[in-house]
């Protein structure tokens, strides 16, 4: 993604007003060349440079001040270029004397740029000052500068991309503005709250509540609806009309510099605005608004003719240049007089008045009678020609409604449950939806509907319904024309429900056009419901836990399905924080997953028997229950159990004292821990002892031993019981509890605990 290079114009117009210079040094480079471009507007070349550096003076002074621009330092600066050259116009008046001083005391008189006051009351000036900086300042640079997004993205810190749609944002805000300002003078108290409304009418802008009574107040008001239709009009020609709202007399000039243009109109316009102001004075801009006045012209005629650029012939305009299409002439030959050119304004000498009308200079203009004719001319005048007749389709959405039932409907009126909807795609049963077209006042135009259908659907009419003629084409689809175009009855269609088909096979739509005005929605009708699946039923008798084998070091058990007809069975386990998987790998006629705790018989109607083991759990009832439920086409059945835990046996532990021939140190008292009956498995001792006693040694192999420091314990397991442990130990003189040593021992299911005296002396056992 590409990123701006460099701060933005914004950041360095913030660090410039807390006092860093070195960014305005950088704005400096950015938009010198500009100013000094529009400088040369105004004064000599040679001069063009000392009124660019006073610009940014008197930027940087207001920015210290905490004034000036926060975004648009391009326009900005370019406005200041021209207010300096106004004020070095005033400051050379020359200087007179006079003993009344009482008249120069007064305020001074202001310099005004009538171009500038002309523009800056119209509806394109108005409308641009509307926006927001950052909006002005896309604009700026986009439309008047015309530069390329990434040459823009530095100055705003936005990526290329994010210029273009900060630009497309603030042109269609400039539309919308424009074409408000536009009505700002024909919005009476009746018609005040469409009016308002109408800019964004044209551009599609408003909700479809608004567009609803917009709508419905054209239909009654005729002065509205015209003022509409000029809007539409306008709206295309509306980006030819920003320029000279923009830059006033001496931008032209500027513009025409930046691009290289050839010597066309705006070369005309600038060449004469440039040697009117060449002496500095107020004639200077005195010309320079007839420049504008005439450019006014041309942006008008633009507007008018809905182009965007003028045409080449422009800038040679011909001996006659007429002002309408031409007409065929009348049966009557007309009085052998041609009517007077059409020429393009003309810049007149700043000490002459400007003519109000422009002349032919070949062909004389027919003068006026002084006095009225007695009798009516023998030759009938020329017939006026007849405008042109727009032909640009306009989307109307308040053209077409569409009642869209709920559970079906009636011609006759809306049922409970219906609505309406205009420009959306719906979704709603079968059933008579009701078409309502609802044309201007007075309208004239032939009123159309097409209806479209996908191949799940029928055609929804027998015939024509009252007030319409209905064809059907042989793809299908059909047409309706209204038989009273002024007022079209409501047009009923029925569609039945469809058996099946797509989304797109069940859509229908409607299409309208009366004139210039079209609309059309569309509907899918719901797709035929399925049956309901048929309920699980709970079978008792369908899953079956037993034991397998009894082991008190594990839990064997055995999960039987019935057999029966069935497309699949399922078994799936759920057991507690003590228990494991118990399903051994690759079970006989199942498949299993550990992950979801699921087996899948491959002989549904009739599983095999599934083999689970568990080991003797530890801990609270909940974490040592499990539970079974099987799935067996539309049978389901659960089983649960809670295993036992440990269970206390006394022969699982012996304390031994070896005899003299086998006690392998003769020096100390040897005892052997011995465990019955838990060959190979797990084995865990518990050792305590007296305070007489200590716990020398602890020798034999496959044992892992800890013992506490602190106190008289130690513990001692093994994974893999062969062979007893031997202990040895060291006994003072003493009897009872202090010479007694208690060990319980552990395995998978059981549990033990035996205690010892070892005598204290001589004695050896």
């Known amino acids: 993604m590409e990123t701006p290079e460099g701060p933005s114009d914004a950041e360095l117009i913030a660090r410039v007003r807390a006092g860093d210079l070195e960014a305005y040094g950088e704005l400096f480079a950015r938009h010198h060349h500009a100013a000094e471009r529009m400088a040369r507007q105004l004064v000599p070349a040679n001069d063009a440079d000392d009124l660019a550096g006073d610009a940014f003076a008197k930027v940087l002074d207001a920015l210290r001040n905490g004034g000036g621009p926060d975004i648009s330092f391009r326009a900005y600066l370019l406005t200041t270029v021209r207010r300096v050259h106004v004020d070095r116009i005033r400051s050379g008046r020359k200087v007179q004397t006079t003993d009344d001083i009482a008249a120069y005391e007064r305020e001074p008189q202001g310099f005004d740029d009538p171009t500038v006051t002309g523009f800056e009351s119209g509806a394109a000036a108005k409308a641009f000052a509307s926006l927001p900086e950052r909006w002005q300042a896309v604009l700026w640079h986009t439309e008047v500068e015309g530069e390329k997004p990434a040459a823009i993205a530095p100055l705003l810190g936005l990526t290329a991309n994010g210029v273009s749609a900060l630009a497309y944002r603030a042109r269609e805000g400039l539309r919308q503005a424009y074409l408000q300002q536009h009505l700002a003078d024909v919005a009476g108290d009746r018609c005040r709250w469409t009016t308002e409304?109408?800019?964004?009418?044209?551009?599609?802008?408003?909700?479809?509540?608004?567009?609803?009574?917009?709508?419905?107040?054209?239909?009654?008001?005729?002065?509205?609806?015209?003022?509409?239709?000029?809007?539409?009009?306008?709206?295309?020609?509306?980006?030819?009309?920003?320029?000279?709202?923009?830059?006033?007399?001496?931008?032209?000039?500027?513009?025409?510099?930046?691009?290289?243009?050839?010597?066309?109109?705006?070369?005309?316009?600038?060449?004469?605005?440039?040697?009117?102001?060449?002496?500095?004075?107020?004639?200077?801009?005195?010309?320079?608004?007839?420049?504008?006045?005439?450019?006014?012209?041309?942006?008008?005629?633009?507007?008018?003719?809905?182009?965007?650029?003028?045409?080449?012939?422009?800038?040679?305009?011909?001996a006659q240049q007429p002002t309408q299409p031409p007409v065929k002439p009348p049966p009557v030959k007309p009085p052998p007089v041609k009517p007077p050119s059409v020429k393009p304004p003309v810049v007149p000498p700043t000490n002459e008045p400007q003519p109000t009308e422009p002349t032919d200079s070949t062909e004389p203009t027919q003068p006026e009678p002084t006095t009225a004719p007695t009798s009516a001319p023998t030759t009938p005048p020329e017939p006026t020609p007849t405008p042109p007749v727009p032909t640009t389709p306009i989307l109307d959405e308040g053209l077409l409604t569409i009642t869209a039932p709920r559970g079906g409907g009636a011609p006759g009126g809306r049922a409970p449950g219906e609505r309406s909807f205009r420009g959306e795609t719906v979704q709603a049963a079968a059933g008579t939806w009701l078409i309502t077209i609802k044309v201007p006042a007075r309208n004239t135009k032939p009123v159309l509907i097409g209806i479209d259908y996908g191949s799940a659907l029928q055609w929804p009419m027998s015939g024509s319904p009252r007030g319409w003629t209905c064809t059907r084409a042989s793809d299908g689809s059909g047409m309706?024309?209204?038989?009273?175009?002024?007022?079209?009855?409501?047009?009923?269609?029925?569609?039945?429900?469809?058996?099946?088909?797509?989304?797109?096979?069940?859509?229908?739509?409607?299409?309208?056009?009366?004139?210039?005005?079209?609309?059309?929605?569309?509907?899918?009708?719901?797709?035929?419901?399925?049956?309901?699946?048929?309920?699980?039923?709970?079978d008792e008798t369908l899953l079956k836990l037993s034991t397998t084998k009894a082991d008190p070091d594990a839990h064997f058990r055995t999960i039987t399905v019935a057999p029966g007809t069935r497309p699949s069975v399922t078994v799936k386990l759920q057991y507690g924080s003590a228990l494991s998987w118990p399903i051994a790998p690759n079970p006989v006629g199942w498949k299993c997953t550990v992950s979801s705790r699921t087996c899948t018989a491959t002989n549904p109607a009739k599983p095999a028997p599934l083999y689970g083991k568990f080991d003797v759990p530890e801990g609270g009832a909940a974490s040592r229950t499990y539970s079974v439920a099987a799935t067996a086409g539309l049978l389901y059945d659960t089983d649960t159990e809670t295993l036992p835990g440990p269970q206390p046996d006394e022969g699982l532990l012996r304390i031994v004292t070896p005899d003299p021939h086998n006690d392998p140190n003769p020096f100390v008292y040897n005892r052997f821990l011995t465990i019955n009956g838990s060959a190979g498995g797990r084995v865990t001792l518990e050792i305590s002892w007296g305070r007489n006693l200590t716990l020398l040694s602890y020798f034999d192999r496959g044992w892992t031993c800890s013992r506490s420091t602190d106190v008289r314990r130690a513990t001692c397991s093994t994974e893999n019981y062969q062979k007893a442990l031997n202990t040895g130990w060291a006994a003072w003189p003493g009897t009872g509890p202090a010479n007694t040593i208690t060990v319980t021992a552990t395995t998978r299911g059981r549990y033990d605990t035996d205690t010892a005296v070892i005598p204290p002396g001589k004695t050896r056992r």
């Open 197 to 318: 409304r109408l800019g964004a009418y044209v551009r599609g802008g408003l909700t479809k509540r608004e567009n609803k009574n917009v709508r419905e107040h054209l239909d009654d008001c005729a002065k509205c609806t015209a003022v509409y239709l000029e809007l539409v009009e306008v709206n295309s020609a509306l980006p030819a009309l920003l320029a000279p709202a923009l830059l006033g007399t001496a931008g032209l000039g500027y513009l025409a510099a930046a691009s290289g243009a050839k010597v066309g109109v705006v070369g005309f316009l600038v060449t004469g605005w440039r040697k009117a102001t060449e002496n500095s004075t107020r004639t200077a801009a005195g010309a320079g608004a007839v420049v504008v006045v005439v450019v006014a012209a041309v942006i008008a005629a633009l507007a008018l003719t809905g182009n965007e650029t003028p045409p080449a012939a422009i800038d040679k305009p011909p």
């Open 480 to 538: 309706c024309t209204a038989a009273n175009p002024a007022a079209p009855t409501t047009l009923p269609i029925t569609f039945t429900e469809p058996t099946g088909g797509t989304a797109a096979q069940r859509t229908f739509t409607v299409s309208a056009k009366s004139g210039r005005l079209y609309d059309d929605d569309s509907a899918t009708l719901e797709a035929p419901a399925p049956p309901p699946p048929p309920k699980p039923r709970l």
